[in-house]
């Protein structure tokens, strides 16, 4: 029986990746590639700590080279670093096969970690990406893929004081953690 190897996705390619079209304070993002354009751009401006809100890790922001091998300098850079995220649905972001944020995680145990909330506090938001106090990404409710880029001190200092709250009585996903048995 042989096993395939997970495809492997190439870099983000995606509009204000370069950072050519800046995202200002307020501005609607309209899309897959607009949203993963400001999650690097909000990326770039981390210094020490990224909070993540997901449904699933939406691949086209987070399972890409071009904004995985950021995230792992940055979380390389200082003991301080961290990643932690609130996943939603795990099951689902395993489903699709390997996931190169998952597998950063899975390699860097004491910078990363994965969290499913707490059915009785689940995160307020659908999509919701904070790079330190600096700017938040966050995705507005409904079907469409549509949300702003945050760089007011205040909003980002409440939408972390949020999280926070999700944060704490979340667990651990199983789904997220490699069972090398």
């Avoid at 995160?123 to 079907?143: Q, S």
């Amino acid at each position: 029986m042989s096993v395939t190897p997970p495809t492997r996705r190439g870099p983000c390619n995606v509009p204000g990746s370069n950072g050519s079209d800046a995202v200002d304070d307020r501005t609607a993002l309209i899309g897959r590639e607009a949203f993963a354009g400001a999650a690097l751009q909000a990326l770039e401006r981390a210094r020490r700590e990224l909070l993540i809100v997901s449904q699933a890790l939406e691949p086209a922001a987070y399972d890409c080279d071009g904004f995985v091998a950021p995230l792992q300098e940055l979380l390389l850079s200082s003991p301080r670093a961290r990643l932690r995220g609130l996943i939603a649905d795990p099951q689902q972001v395993m489903h699709a096969g390997a996931h190169r944020l998952v597998e950063l995680c899975l390699r860097l145990p004491s910078r990363c970690e994965l969290r499913q909330p707490d059915e009785s506090a689940p995160a307020p938001w659908p999509e919701l990406l904070l790079a330190d106090e600096r700017c938040a990404l966050l995705r507005l409710p409904g079907e469409r893929l549509v949300a702003r880029f945050i760089e007011s001190p205040l909003e980002v200092q409440r939408l972390r004081g949020d999280f926070d709250a999700a944060w704490a009585p979340a667990r651990p996903s199983p789904e997220l953690r490699r069972l090398d048995l």
